[in-house]
């Protein structure tokens, strides 16, 4: 089946660790985007690509890297620069034609 | 800038009961607009959605209209079920900085529990 597949589901990092999240896609989208999400605050994008090779800051990048060298991966690090990372994130993905973002199931970051 | 309000929640309601969920936008072009239904501890999917004025969005039951004069999207359906229980987004996309690129801005989200 043709979706997105985020990993891992749960996840725990020491203060001070980086910590990479996993975003694949089999939808052949060109564009992906990663959003995060905190209780009562609604979702809120972190970085956003639409090709290879190419990425934007969205509204809280601070404190997060991302990489798009394969149209189907867009994984996230959380660096120990970013200072309140315990977070739901999500992962969605888009074609650069169409205005509709599907989401991967959403991975579950704490800091111990 | 783009933005969503929704109305807060939590909303409860028993089954069978008629659902209202608001949402007004405020936009600089013509955006989409669109809910999204997030059940426990899962992603979010796309519920339904409107991409020009007058247009009706509908799926599962659940129906919203894009109003332009009134900028709203209403989330509605007429008979809920336990299984409806869930946290409602809605969300308004437009163009992103670079060609070809959308971006969605959401609301915070209203919980809905339904109860037997």
């Known amino acids: 089946d043709g979706g997105i597949t985020q990993s891992p589901k749960y996840l725990f990092r020491k203060e001070g660790q980086n910590v990479t999240l996993s975003c694949e896609q089999n939808l052949n989208h060109d564009a992906m985007y990663w959003y995060r999400q905190d209780p009562g605050q609604g979702l809120r994008l972190i970085y956003y690509?639409?090709?290879?090779?190419?990425?934007q800051k969205g509204d809280i990048a601070e404190g997060y890297s991302v990489s798009r060298e394969k149209k189907e991966s867009f994984p996230l690090t959380v660096t120990s620069a970013q200072k309140n990372p315990t977070a739901f994130y999500l992962c969605?993905?888009?074609?650069?034609?169409?205005?509709?973002?599907?989401f991967g199931e959403g991975s579950w970051l704490t800091v111990v | 800038g783009d933005s969503v309000t929704q109305m807060e929640g939590p909303v409860t309601l028993s089954e069978e009961a008629f659902l209202t969920i608001n949402c007004t936008y405020t936009?600089?072009?013509?955006?989409?607009l669109f809910w999204y239904v997030q059940y426990p501890g899962e992603g979010l999917q796309l519920l339904l959605k409107a991409t020009k004025a007058d247009d009706k969005g509908s799926n599962k039951g659940f129906e919203a209209t894009y109003r332009k004069e009134t900028t709203s999207f209403h989330l509605e359906k007429g008979s809920v079920q336990v299984s409806d229980s869930a946290v409602y987004f809605c969300a308004l996309s437009d163009r992103g900085s670079g060609a070809g690129s959308y971006q969605l801005t959401f609301g915070k989200g209203t919980k809905l529990s339904v109860i037997p």
């Open positions: 936009a600089t072009g013509y955006p989409s």
């Open positions: 690509s639409q090709i290879v090779n190419d990425f």
């Open positions: 969605a993905s888009s074609t650069s034609s169409g205005n509709t973002i599907y």
